[in-house]
Every structure is written in C-alpha cells, then in structure tokens.
C-alpha cells in the first residue's frame, strides 16, 4: 500500500497545460497569488498549485526575498500558491502574468515569446493541479514554498520529459483528445515532483511526507487512508506497522503532531465534509461511511471540529457562505 497515493485519490485531482513559450534574456514575469485565478477552471473550494517545467535554458524563481535558480530539467512547484517572478537576467520591462490568465488558462497553449532581447534562451512550459483544499491540507502544510526537483538525470525522468513536450505539441495543434491527455500529465508531474521531493527529504524531517516515507508509519497510514470507515484499533494498526502501540504512537505524533487514532478520527471528518459539501447524501449515509454507527456521536464529533452540525454546514455551503474551518480534533468513531 502507498499512503501518498491513497491521500491523492481522496482529493480529486484535476489539471492542465496552460502555457507554453520561449524566452530570450532579459526576461520577467509577475504573477500573482494562485487563487485568484481558481474561478477559471475549479470551484472556490479548491487549492490552485502552479508548477513550471525548464524544458531548455536556464531561469530563476523568487518567491517573497528568496530566489532560487532554475536549470533545464527541473520542475519547480509552488505548494502553497505564492505570488512569484521568473526570469532570466536584469529585465526593465515585467510582464504582468495576471492580465492574460483567464485566456491562456480557459483557451488553447499555443507557443508564446517572451522577452525582447537577444541573451540565453529559455523553454517555458507551465501547467496547474487543482485539488479540493481541506482534503489536501495535511501533506501541503509540511511543503516548502518551493519544491524544486529535476527529471533529467534518470531513464523514467527522461521518458517524462518527452511526454511533456508530446502533450504539449498536440496542445499547440489543438490536437482530439490533447487537453485530456495533459490534464493526466499534470497530475503525473505533480505526483512526480512529490515523490522525487520525498526521496530527496533530509533524515529525521517532520512533516506528513516524511511519515508517508517512514516504512512502518507508511503502512499504517496506507491502511487508514485506504479504508478509513473500518474499525481501527491502535492494535492493529501497530500490526500492520509491524511495531509496538508506543514506538507507532510516537512516530505518528513526530510526523502528524496527534496519535494514529486522533488522526483517522480528524481525517473521517474531513471525508464527511467533503460529501455534505459536493453530494447530496443523507447525514447518517455519510455518517456510516466514514466509520460512524450512530449519527448522534457523528453528530457531536463534526461539531466539535467545524462548529456546527452536518445539516447547518452543509445549508450554509450551498447558501455560498464559507463554511468554518476545523478548530478541534474530532472524536473516534462509535
């Protein structure tokens, strides 16, 4: 089992190619937070994350005062939709990346020039994964606001890459069945820059990915994420990591700051919030299938964590006003 893959199967990736060019130094763009731009292709629940892909050249990324060089190969993700520059060279003139946003993001990618000068050339493809916020919050938390990965150095990076510019070309040709087959590519490519992130982490980090990389912990988060409605106990699940209740609860609290039973009760309500805000199931069908038997303690459980009870949160969802964000954890099933 693989926890990262059970985590992204709950949050219903979508995604797409929106941008294509080639650029010659001196050359800026400005673009601004990533959620302005989320009314264009997802609903306002959702989580926009950019990510660029240096095809050819070299350029740079600077986020707030931070700036990080870019060589051809890498793909550089911003997880948490930060405003940010990239270039290549001192450019007088920026390009402002929010007037044309909802055309490139709605229309066709087509190829692009940027820059008017005549310094090194850079190749400039870009795309976005959008996600449902809430459900993706416990593996972005622990995310810098950059991750920087390269492709270019191994066999399966290199077959990538000559997928992207594949899918790029039939985009630009507007080619049948060419915005599907770079949506699937964007969610690879996230899925990609996550796992070769993963793989490069420092020993001893914390964060939701370091637990998922955790061979014991990993197993056991597998377990709850892909079926988060059975009737964990703390002994099975040390079972299935293959460790004792102690060292399994020690490990997840390094990782998830809680316990393995405080984190499935929290993450069994997240579930159930997402399916009051995007079906129209019953209360106690969602109840049951998060892991609850009796819809009363459902009901204190989801109130104790969103403030108000599941018929309430969800009315006032669809009334369009923002529904409250967790503030407690939430009990066990019953």
Partial sequence: MDALS???????????????????????????????????????SCRLIEFHFIAAGQAYIRVGGETTPLAAGDIVMLPHGDAHHMGNGLSADI?????????????????????SGDGDST??????????????????????????VNIRHDAYGRVLEEMIHHAVAQLDDDAPGSKVIGARLAEVLFAESLRRYLLQMPPGASSWLAGAADPAVGRALAALHQDPAHAWTL?????QAGLARSSLTERFARHFGQGPMGYLADW???LAADALRSTSRSVMQIASE???????????????????????????????????????TGEHAQ
């Fill in 268 to 270: 069994r309500l997240e």
């Fill in 95 to 115: 390009i402002d990346g929010e007037a044309s946003a909802s055309e490139m993001l709605t229309g066709a990618v087509k190829l692009s020039k940027l820059g």
């Fill in 123 to 148: 190749r400039l493809i870009c795309g976005y994964l959008a996600c449902e916020a809430r459900l993706i919050q416990p593996l972005i938390a622990g995310l810098p606001r950059v991750v920087r």
């Fill in 6 to 44: 059970e985590l992204l199967r709950a949050v219903r990736l979508s995604g797409a190619m929106f941008f294509n060019a080639h650029c010659a130094a001196p050359w800026c763009v400005a673009s601004p937070p990533s959620q302005r731009f989320v009314r264009y292709v997802a609903s306002e």
């Fill in 235 to 239: 002994d099975e699940l040390a079972k």
């Fill in 290 to 328: 998060v892991g609850y038997d009796s819809e009363a303690a459902f009901n204190r459980a989801f109130k104790r964590r969103f403030e108000l009870p599941p018929g309430r949160y969800r009315l006032q969802w669809r009334e369009g006003r923002p529904a409250p964000l967790a503030t407690g």
